[in-house]
């Protein structure tokens, strides 16, 4: 998913908005040339300026290869996200770039507006949620979490997961599905303040081993809602 989005970009993108997170993160950069317009040839935007569109004949340009999501919604590389401000800038380019403003453009600019709202879109929902926004930090940091089976898995948690998914599917009334419905949210803030610490401090592989720990509690959380919706 991350690398079909990758491969859409081409310039530099870091168009200016508020900051949507806090805590450690490092967004500087150093100078680069600016990139020449596809359309009529001029130099692209100085550094600080707006690289989306050329100065000259304000030709939307294209994505960057250098851009990853963090930079795309202007937020530092970090697990704490502020969401109202990461969902102000996702609105605000989507504003820019929607398909829907291209549409009396070139064939060039469409597909440019297409890219760049479907980046958006994917970088959006990737830092919203706690779990893909970890895992895609990890994936930065060149470590991921492999599917299947993990046979280093804490023997205490699994478990605990085996003991609630089996009174889960015991449950015959809403009272004993809300009680394990509660543990699913307490598990997951819990969680979710682990590995804001965990990223916070660089332990990378604390970080690994709480989001395999998200992964069964948010997988628990999806039949718990399945239960509740057909109950």
């Known amino acids: 998913m991350w690398q ?12 200016p908005g508020r900051p949507c997170s806090s805590g450690c993160g490092d967004t500087t950069s150093a100078p680069r040339t600016a990139p020449t317009c596809w359309s009529c040839g001029s130099q692209g935007v100085p550094a600080g300026g707006d690289p989306l569109f050329c100065p000259s004949c304000r030709a939307l340009q294209p994505p ?18 502020d969401v109202p401000n990461l969902k102000r800038r996702y609105q605000h380019l989507q504003r820019l770039v929607h398909p829907d403003n291209f549409s009396q453009k070139s064939q060039t600019e469409r597909d440019y507006s297409e890219q760049h709202s479907t980046l958006v879109n994917e970088a959006y929902k990737t830092l919203l949620t706690p779990m893909s926004r ?14 299947g089976t993990d ?21 015959q009334s809403e009272v004993e599905t809300d009680k394990i419905e509660a543990f699913v949210r307490d598990e997951e803030k819990e969680l979710t303040e682990d590995l804001d610490h965990a990223f916070k401090q660089g332990d990378l592989q604390k970080a690994k081993e709480l989001l395999k720990k998200m992964k069964y509690i948010l997988n628990l959380d999806e039949k718990v809602k399945r239960k509740k919706t057909l109950s």
Not at 64 to 81: A, H, K, Y
Not at 134 to 147: A, C, V
């Open 4 to 15: 079909g989005a990758a491969r859409a970009l081409r310039r530099v993108w870091r168009a």
């Open 151 to 171: 046979t280093n898995m804490d023997l205490e948690f699994l478990g605990k997961m085996m003991e609630v998914n089996e009174r889960l599917s015991a449950a």
């Open 64 to 81: 960057s290869p250098e851009s990853d999501f963090f930079r795309l919604m202007d937020c530092d590389q970090s697990f704490t996200v």
């Open 134 to 147: 970890g895992l895609y930090l990890l994936k930065l940091k060149g470590m991921e979490i492999s599917e």
